[in-house]
């Protein structure tokens, strides 16, 4: 049976990127040899690194001036790693769930944080200090989590904002058009939307580094993995080159734009199914809806018939719908790799579910 | 044509396991989903990690009160992590070769560090400090390098000290039988004997954390890590499947005993031909020879035949043998999954090239 993957993450990705990476894992670039087993600095991997580092920077329209890595560790030790290198004494961070908190508490262990947070709400809507001017003159910068994958919430534009500018994008990266000259640094886990678990990437404003006082530890400074062409040390060969494979991809879709239109229409009318059901509603507030991560639950009165939906979702291949359990319900994750027909084959059993009860 | 791969690293898994991890790219588990786009906390992973934890604790004789954990990042991440978390004032290093002289630098971001190192002699041979009772008696660990990819020197036993032992064995873990009760910290990148890269293990001793004052970054906090059994964060999935498929293959082999059998005899007849060649010769002391990482070069009035003994070996399927340029010369990695036919057709081109010259 087809399977229809809607993992928050690690997640689906194209059936092609995964051929082709099986058949490097046996023969990598003709040279008889496994990509597992390869020296990173050879020539295969060389240009491996350097096309995909070109790519990103070509999809994703970075400007001159910034540079593109690739480092291990995940988003999760950017949290730390981000404030590091750019906070001075204080900084912001907009709190729009779970791992908005996460990082807004390692920067506290750097310096001075303010946030603004919609956690007494249970994050249904996304903070925009900058809305109301709130956001204060004197931070060296204000960070958000674009998308929020347990809550479902997602800022869907790049603000304008009078101070540097710190974007998570683990989970929405290359699903819209991005104006990455608004930001100084842009961070994220690869495997939402581009790569297996395993690589990070970072997207940093050359001009922004170098201005702490601080010494910093060698594999925490992005300076040094800036001049070494993400090559310090051993880098993680095998997500790369996915992550390298999955942008080729991309680019044959017709770039971001042409994602940002697909993921538009799948969110659109999963959506339209959710606001038009008589069982089913949205958590969060209309405005602020993710179109990556759709969050739904049952309304109060049917909420006995939660595990019924999941055992017929499942009969017909829906895999991991199961919502967060900081939300409860479901949680059906539409990254770039998913196509259009998995969400009807979802929309379709949620009509006939309902034509059932 | 047979590739033979002496590759220092990331380097030669057995072919069982790249078959396995090529298959698993395309249906992991049975899932009939990808390994690479499946949720790190379904049944199938969190199984499949929680195996490779206990294997790796069976195989090495972890005994109790050691925990096993997997991390991104690389060694190198380890070599401000470990002090992050041990060291109170002051740690001693030996200064056996480039890798531990980086782990010895970052540590001085967080105390005192004192070196023992043999760089004036360019790393031929490996610093005891212990056997001349030279550790400091007020160090909070002595810090070793176990194995020396770059120069190709190896301590092959735990030392005793007076004060906690922390090991990087990057390059060594699973190639002879370690006493895992005489380190508090052993850690190490996995793309040598383990796994492709992207991994990194840890094993620690529990009530060696807990005794440093200073607040520790989440993610650099191996508790955080041990709590959450490596899943604190999304873990780099495809290489720890990959290790756990290694570890499975050393226990057929017979374990670690047996691993290390095959090293020595591998290491003994590649040496053997080095000291009696009339055109090769060793470059480090024979007494701390790695079995892991054979340096050779030239003898000096022979030098010009450097290239051609290249293309030979070339010819013959013989991939990366090239010294790092620190030594120069020829350097063959002999890790655990390079078969011995390998080091025979090495040696054989290493004859015929004599007899020609």
Redesign the interface.
């Known amino acids: 049976?087809k399977?229809h993957?809607f993992?928050?993450?690690?997640?689906?990705?194209d059936e092609s990127v995964?051929?082709d990476?099986?058949?490097a894992?046996?023969n990598y670039a003709g040279?008889?040899?496994?990509?597992?087993?390869?020296?990173?600095r050879?020539k295969e991997f060389t240009a491996t690194i350097e096309e995909a580092r070109n790519l990103m920077k070509e999809l994703l329209d970075v400007p001159e001036g910034y540079e593109v890595i690739f480092?291990?560790?995940?988003?999760?030790?950017q949290?730390?790693q981000a404030p590091l290198n750019l906070l001075k004494t204080k900084a912001a961070y907009v709190d729009s769930g779970t791992w908005a908190s996460?990082a807004a508490?390692?920067a506290k262990?750097v310096g001075e944080v303010v946030t603004f947070s919609s956690k007494a709400d249970n994050y249904v809507w996304y903070p925009k200090p900058w809305e109301k001017n709130e956001v204060p003159d004197d931070v060296d910068y204000l960070h958000i989590t674009t998308n929020n994958t347990v809550y479902g919430t997602e800022l869907r534009y790049d603000p304008d904002v009078k101070t540097r500018l710190v974007g998570d994008m683990s989970s929405d990266i290359f699903t819209r058009e991005v104006d990455v000259a608004k930001y100084d640094l842009i961070y994220g886990?690869a495997?939402k939307n581009i790569?297996?678990?395993?690589?990070t990437f970072v997207i940093v404003r050359r001009d922004a580094l170098g201005h702490v006082d601080r010494?910093l530890?060698?594999?925490?400074d992005y300076r040094t993995h800036i001049e070494k062409d993400s090559m310090?040390?051993?880098?993680?060969?095998?997500?790369i080159y996915?992550a390298l494979q999955t942008m080729k991809w991309y680019k044959e879709l017709g770039g971001v734009k042409a994602l940002e239109k697909m993921n538009l229409e799948k969110a659109r009318i999963l959506y339209d199914a959710i606001d038009s059901s008589r069982l089913f509603r949205g958590t969060v507030n209309p405005e602020d809806r993710s179109i990556m991560n759709v969050c739904f639950v049952m309304k109060d009165e049917y909420k006995e018939l939660e595990k019924d939906f999941f055992d017929l979702a499942t009969s017909r291949g829906i895999?991991?719908i199961k919502g967060h359990r900081s939300v409860g319900g479901f949680r059906a994750s539409l990254y770039n790799a998913l196509p259009k027909t998995s969400v009807e084959v979802l929309i379709e059993a949620m009509k006939d579910f309902e034509r059932k009860h």
């Open positions: 049976m399977k993957n993992s928050a993450g690690p997640s689906i990705l995964i051929k990476a099986a058949s894992v046996l040279t008889g040899l496994s990509l597992l087993e390869v020296s990173h050879g480092l291990g560790g995940g988003a999760s030790l949290f730390y996460k508490k390692e262990l886990g495997q790569a297996p678990a395993g690589v010494p530890p060698t594999m925490l310090f040390n051993t880098p993680p060969v095998f997500p996915v895999s991991s």
